[in-house]
């Protein structure tokens, strides 16, 4: 009966783990990161050093879906593109089968978007980097959790990487980076430029405000059941 028990709880720890480390597991540059590293450093709007691209990562884990802030809103700035894509890239945002488009293939670096959820609607308000407004677009919306798609075109890569072809992770981000309550989003496009064998995630990256990763309680909720099942294992070998 004991030894059954123990079997059970080491499978439970084995299946947490496993969540664990496939969840929270860095993505892998195929240039080293060195593009969207370089990226990151020539802008204004992060700075030189500001960001580690590899050791900075928020994990997969935590950077599928989003909530607004508490004043409900989200400034996005576009911070470069690198990729063939560039002019017809989309970039928005999604729940379930709504979705809100705010970038397109023709707004510039530096463009930002004010996104504003009141009424049941979410509406993006774009702006060039002049300041000057360049169009609105909204939709009847339900509200967080939330996550964000680029589209290349032909295909759409979304920040859950579980609704990506291969279950791909298509988007890396980084936390409070320059200052708390931003994040930074950066994309990889690559199935239409080589398959999966550009991996340099500088295609689309962004910058959001006052939106915030939702965590990942079934997870760690997982992880806690794991530590407890380790120590009564280690208790009973002490035991004996
Ligand atoms: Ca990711
Ligand atoms: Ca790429």
Do not use: C, H
Request: cysteine-free.
């Amino acid at each position: 009966m004991m030894s059954k028990l123990n079997n059970n709880l080491m499978a439970v720890i084995a299946a947490g783990m496993l969540t664990v480390s496939g969840a929270s597991g860095a993505v892998t540059f195929s240039d080293g990161g060195a593009g969207l590293q370089g990226l990151l450093d020539g802008n204004p709007n992060v700075g030189a050093g500001t960001v580690d691209v590899i050791n900075d990562q928020m994990g997969d884990a935590i950077d599928s879906y989003w909530n607004f802030g508490g004043t409900g809103g989200s400034i996005q700035v576009i911070l470069g593109e690198n990729s063939p894509n560039a002019g017809v890239n989309s970039f928005g945002i999604f729940s379930g089968s709504d979705s809100l488009e705010v970038f397109i293939g023709s707004d510039a670096a530096d463009y930002k978007a004010f996104v504003n959820y009141a009424g049941g609607s979410l509406t993006a308000n774009v702006f060039d980097g002049g300041g000057t407004f360049v169009r609105s677009n909204s939709i009847a919306w339900l509200g967080n959790p939330f996550g964000f798609y680029l589209n290349n075109g032909s295909d759409t890569f979304y920040s859950d990487s579980t609704l990506n072809a291969g279950g791909f992770d298509a988007m890396v981000a980084y936390q409070d980076v320059p200052m708390p309550g931003e994040s930074i989003l950066a994309f990889e496009d690559g199935i239409a430029e080589n398959g999966f064998t550009n991996t340099d995630y500088d295609d689309f990256v962004v910058m959001v405000e006052s939106v915030y990763p939702v965590s990942a309680p079934a997870t760690l909720a997982l992880l806690g059941l794991g530590l407890i099942g380790l120590g009564y294992r280690a208790r009973r070998k002490a035991a004996v």
